[in-house]
């Protein structure tokens, strides 16, 4: 059976929740995850740095206490966010980024950014102090194609942000068009996108597939066969500007299933194993390390994790649900085969 052992991955975009979800997706995620930059859009967002470090500590809370999991934390910016906040948190060697959302761009984005330009003395402090900034790149304007909204948000946004701040470490997040693929692949230094499984592995015919599927829908949407295909050549491409970020994004069933679904898609159940089969499936297997587990950390200027996990292509079937404060989950492919499994963590 072939078999492949990589350094222990790390996933750079994921959303854990808080209280009792955690039982569930800390579980998942600390399984076989070296470090996660855990995304702040909770209710209330994770505004302050004296927050974040105290969501990290819910977070290790519910990891099981052999795990070598360490969640690394990300600032949600705010109109109001200050100067004071973005040193503190540069000062914690635990949050390693602050994260732009345009308000209203995605679920729970209510609090987020109304105007980027008065960021724009923030984003000289974290280029002085070495914060990423990493960004939900869709602008918002309802009379913008939702299909359009990244490659907008590159135009009328991201160009003038790398531009005026040139050392300023950008992350384009989940990113899933071939324009933000072109653009992160020119840019100068300091810029890089995560890139999510779901968008290597869909395109959006399969929101559509014999009746509109809900379990598809997140944000930003998936897009055309070309762009799922300009995104798998630059994973696959051993290019150290994209790597993984899962935004695996857990909703209750209910809220997916209903009259106006949540956006997100929950796949921290088998992250890697989804990457393995993209890899396997593109016969670049032997850059799947470099994707899930070197090119996230050393863009954030982090060590490699020192253990491996080995993933082996054995078949398994992905459960119908998961128990998730105390209601259902559907998790990507459930019900459904995944091709490659972890088999062992190996120190
Ligand atoms: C995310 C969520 O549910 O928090 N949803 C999603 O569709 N990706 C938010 C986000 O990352 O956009
Ligand atoms: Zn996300």
Redesign the pocket.
Known sequence: METLQITRPDDW?I?LRDDDALRTTATHASHYLGRALI?P?LQPPVTTAEAALAYRQRILDNCPAASPFTPLMALYLTDQSSPDEIRQSADSDKIIAAKL?PAG?????QSGVKDIQRLYPLFAIMEEVGLVLSI?GEVTDPSVDIFDREKRFIDDHLRAIVDTFPQLRVVL??ITTATAVDFISSARRGVAATITAHHLLLNRNDLFRGGICPHN????LLKREADRCALVNAACAANPRFFYGS?S???PRQGKESACG????YTAHAGIELCAEIFSEAETLDRLEGFCSHFGADFYGLPHNTDSITLTASPWSVPDCYEYSHNDLIPFRAGQKVSWKIQEASV
Do not use: F, K, Q
Not at 217 to 220: A, H, K, M, S, V
């Open positions: 975009h959303h995304m859009n959302y761009a995605t679920t729970h984005s939900h997040e989940h829908y997140c944000l930003p935004d994004a857990p909703h949540c956006a997100g898609i």
